[in-house]
Structure formats: C-alpha cells, structure tokens
C-alpha cells in the first residue's frame, strides 16, 4: 500500500476510488470514509486488526448502506400497529397522497385569492372544511398538537393576563415522544394549578382551586393509559357549565382527533370525538392530525370563533403555521370524511379500511403467503395475532388479527428481523417467543407479493447477518 502510514491505514482517497459504485453522493460517501479511517487512527489498532484492508472495506461499505437506509423511505409495516408513531402515523389515502403530490411539483393558490387575483387568505379553504366537519364556529391547524397546546395556552394567558391553568392531577399525562402536559404548560408561561388527586378530581375541586388568576381549565384526554376501578373526573358538561359560569375558556386536549364513532368499525372502545367535545361547551378542541384522523402531522384547533380568532392573530401562529403540503393533504383528508358523512359509509381511509378488515380477509391472505413459502428452510406457520390501534390511543383495544410466522432454520429470529429490515423495502415484524411474527393487519394486501418475496429470500440466505 503505498499511501499507508505506520499503522498500515490507507488514504481516505484510496479507500475512495476502491469503493467503485454506492448508494449515496460523493460527499456524503467521503465523509463516512473519513470518520471510519479517523476512528481506525485514534483507536491504535493496525489495519490488520480491523480484518485488514479487507475488513476496513466492508466497515465502510456497512456505514454506507446503513447511512442510506436511515433516509425517509416507504417500509412495511407488520407490527400490527395501526399508529406507529416510529413508522409514521397514519398512512394517507392514495388520492390524498395523489392531490399532495400535484400541490407539490405545481405553483398553487396557498395565499392566493382567485376571485380579485390579490394575496387571499392561507388555509381558509381547509379551515372552513374542518369547521364544518368538526360541528365549529370556526377552525385553524398548526404544525402538530403539541404546538396547538402551547399556541392555545400562551394566547390565552398572555391575552387575560392571567397566569394559572387549573388541571387535574390525573391529566398530568406524558403522551411519549418528550410531551409531558406540565412541560408544554411552562413552556407557554402558564402557571399549573393542579386539583384532585391522581385518580379522583370533583368539579368541587375545579371549583375551589379557581380565583382571580385563573386563565383557563383544561382537560386533557388520557390517551395512552386507562384507569379503573376508584376513578372520578366532572362531565366535561360540567366543566364547561363552571368555566361559563366563572368567565374562564375551557379548553380539552382531544389528542387522537378521533372523527367517527370507532366502536361502528370495529369491535374497540368507544373514543370521544371532537365533536362531541365541542357538543358538550368546552370553548376550543385540539387534536393530531396523523392519529385517528388519519391524515398528516398537524394540530387541528376548533371552537369559538373568537377564540380561533384570536389564535390567528397571536406572533406564534407564524412560527407555528403548516406547510402547503400538509394543508393540502389534510384539506383533501377532511373532505373524504364529508364524503363519508353523505353516503353514511366509514371513510375511505386506510386507518379506517384496517380498522375494519374482517379477520377472515387476513387469514386468506395468511394463507397465499405460507403457501408461496412452502418449501423454504425453516419453519412458517400461520398465528393467530393481536393488533393494536397505536400511537398513544385506545390502549385497552386490541383487534384479532392474523399473521404469517417463521422460524429460520440455523440463526435465530432476531437475525431474521435484521435481514428484513436491511431490504430495500425493509419489512418490519416483531419476535415473539423465538418466532418473527408479520401481523397482516398492518400490511397493505398491495404489499403482500413483495413481503412474500423478501420473506422466501431472507428464508434462503445462509449465513450470520452482515
Ligand atoms: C398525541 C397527543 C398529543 C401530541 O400530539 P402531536 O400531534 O404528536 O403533537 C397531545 N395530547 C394528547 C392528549 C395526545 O394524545
């Protein structure tokens, strides 16, 4: 090697043109040449102990392949998990994700006003459709929930001029993902004012906590736990009767943005919509757009229209606004739901269509697959699976479900799952007991051939995984 030090480490260059043809721009590939060659300098290994130069390649070429596997990629999802928040929430539907498309390679009326052909309002076409479908005065979105809580707490305390938010100690929730409600509250320059104990708050308690700092009482939905057994919280009725009666908003954290009764489409617990919460006094919702609703990352606001807006008008509504793409993607979601609203049928959501795929269809299709494997090393067996709704929502339901599960002959199932996750459509499973298991709810029958595919390939290939 003629450009090796004492150590025997090659040049970057050398390892460079060595590499031929990879996956990634010359930048990025130099980059992760130079910090593997940093790395083999500062240990003071010789070359020879990292496998030589031999070694020293497939090291390269593994940070490679795996630095271009990270990107933001379609996988497939047979973890059962209708909302992976991992896996990207709620998939859009396939004419949602059409019009997504046109908005994006186009020039597009976002701040346009077609009528007088001057700057018009952004978001007033999905505002006024999410109205309407939410049973509003009026509505607005944002980047995610998280944003339309810290937006909605902010305006309200800074435009009273009072500080405290009266919440009860049950609702002191962290949803994942770092959301933790009394964080969100400080970050908004709210005073938390917590009432009742962890599992029993009275509107007594609501009630004798509220003085002349009060800005507002907020509810937020318990949407990753339950609790049962000695629990007691005030109808939001009741909640929404003390905040009128005192002057105060009353605002409840929805969460899920479930729209439609979920317990119609299938056999699960029955989650409070936002409608219903509007119907009951509170004065503004907010919830996730990529959870139940089934649309794009976004916090949807609805409510009063004054209080909307005034949400409108606040600085950090800027800071906090949508992009095109979202508006767009989340317009088109709510519309299939208006649809839905004027045939009477579930909407045409893939959420919505796994929600209620009859167990049935998935053992058909459980079938075809272990059929198209027979004869493969190791053993496959079709199981009988539970799927979850996921993304911090309804955590008592569970949906039977059906799945496809191998056993590799020689290597063990997390070997297994690592292969499937190296694909170029990596198929993502779960292990259980010494099996890897791809529950089918969670996969798009559109995917089955080629899960089929990766499954009968990985099944095949000998050897420890790279
Ligand atoms: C999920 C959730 C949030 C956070 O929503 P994001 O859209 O992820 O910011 C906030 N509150 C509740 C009750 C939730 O369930």
Redesign the pocket.
């Known amino acids: 090697m003629s450009s090796a030090n004492a150590q025997g480490i090659p040049s970057v260059d050398r390892v460079l043109t060595a590499l031929g043809r990879v996956p990634l721009p010359r930048p990025l590939t130099a980059r992760l040449v130079r910090e593997t060659v940093q790395e083999l300098r500062e240990s003071g290994d010789a070359l020879e102990d990292w496998g030589g130069w031999e070694g020293l390649m497939i090291r390269v070429r593994g940070r490679i392949d795996a630095l271009f596997r990270s990107r933001i990629a379609p996988v497939i999802n047979g973890t059962g998990v209708l909302i992976h ?1 991992n896996l990207g929430r709620a998939p859009l539907a396939e004419g949602v994700a059409r019009s997504v498309a046109e908005v994006a390679r186009s020039y597009s009326v976002l701040e346009f006003d077609l009528e007088c052909g001057e700057r018009g309002r952004r978001g007033g076409f999905v505002e006024t459709v999410l109205a309407e479908l939410l049973a509003a005065e009026a509505a607005t979105v944002v ?7 810290v937006l909605i707490l902010g305006n309200i305390v800074r435009s009273s001029g009072r500080r405290e938010v009266v919440i009860s100690r049950g609702e002191l ?1 962290e ?3 770092g ?1 933790r ?1 009394p964080a969100i509250l400080e970050a908004s320059g709210a005073r938390l004012r917590e009432v009742g104990t962890t599992n029993r708050t009275t509107i007594e308690d609501y009630a004798g906590a509220m003085g002349p700092d009060t800005a507002l009482l907020l509810k ?5 736990f339950f609790m049962e057994g000695f629990v007691q919280s005030p109808a939001t009725e009741e909640l929404a009767a003390l905040g009128r009666e005192r002057g105060v908003p009353v605002v409840e ?4 943005g479930a729209l439609v009764r979920t317990g119609e489409i299938a056999c699960v617990e029955h989650e409070p919509t936002v409608p219903d919460a509007l119907r009951r006094g509170v004065d503004l919702v ?6 139940l609703l089934g649309g794009p ?3 949807v606001i609805a409510g009063k229209a004054d209080r909307v807006a005034a949400l409108k008008k606040d600085p950090l509504f800027r800071a906090l606004r949508c992009d095109k793409l979202i508006l767009a993607a989340l317009q088109e979601t709510a519309l299939v739901y208006l649809k839905a609203l004027e045939t009477g049928n579930p909407p045409e959501l893939p959420l919505m269509h796994m929600l209620g795929l009859p167990v049935e269809t998935l053992q058909v299709r459980a079938e075809r697959m272990a059929g198209a494997l027979e004869g493969s090393p190791g053993t496959v067996r079709i199981g009988k699976a539970l799927s979850r709704i996921g ?3 309804m955590p008592k339901s569970t949906l039977e479900s059906v799945s496809v599960d191998l056993r590799p002959q020689g290597g063990s199932a997390q070997d297994l799952a690592r292969r499937l996750r190296q694909r170029t459509v990596p198929v993502i499973g779960y292990i259980d007991q010494d099996w890897w298991r791809l529950d089918l709810r969670t996969v798009f029958e559109h995917q089955d051939a080629a899960a089929t595919l990766s499954l009968r390939e990985e099944l095949a290939r000998k050897g420890p995984c790279p």
């Open positions: 928040t980047n995610n929930c998280a944003a339309a809580l929730v949803i994942g993902g959301f409600v937020v939905h318990r949407s990753n954290d929805q969460g899920s907010c919830c996730s757009g990529d959870k990352q976004s916090g993304g911090g929502t």
